[in-house]
């Protein structure tokens, strides 16, 4: 089992930044990549972000490549996801999740999730 906790949602005026966290534990070497995807009311959940738990290596969505930043630290505890220029159409409930497959942009992939952290941009 892989436990996820995502924190640092909140209301953002677009233009600003925000800093999402995702904290992980327990079988985390099982962990081929962490995700972050997003929901918002009436759509499906989407895929933002992603990163390869050994090598580093990222993929972004085309909606937010070159605005949001996904790193790891390197204990391998912990991902996060920088969001500048927050636009208004990002306000979503954001998720961390965790996979051991290769299909790192395939939610159905994704084994473990965190509860979601709100995130709110304002215009």
């Known amino acids: 089992q892989v436990q996820l906790v995502e924190s640092g949602g909140g209301l953002v005026r677009a233009g600003d930044s925000l800093r999402l966290s995702c904290a992980a534990s327990g079988r985390t070497f099982s962990i081929y990549a962490l995700g972050w995807f997003r929901q918002s009311p009436g759509k499906e959940r989407e895929f933002v972000a992603s990163i390869q738990w050994s090598s580093g290596t990222s993929l972004y969505a085309d909606s937010v490549k070159g605005r949001f930043t996904i790193s790891r630290d390197n204990a391998k505890t912990a991902v996060y996801l920088q969001m500048n220029s927050p636009k208004p159409e990002d306000t979503a409930l954001y998720y961390c999740?965790?996979?051991?497959?290769?299909?790192?942009?395939?939610?159905?992939?994704?084994?473990?999730w965190g509860q979601g952290t709100q995130v709110t941009v304002s215009s």
């Open positions: 999740a965790a996979t051991s497959t290769i299909y790192v942009t395939d939610r159905s992939r994704y084994a473990y």
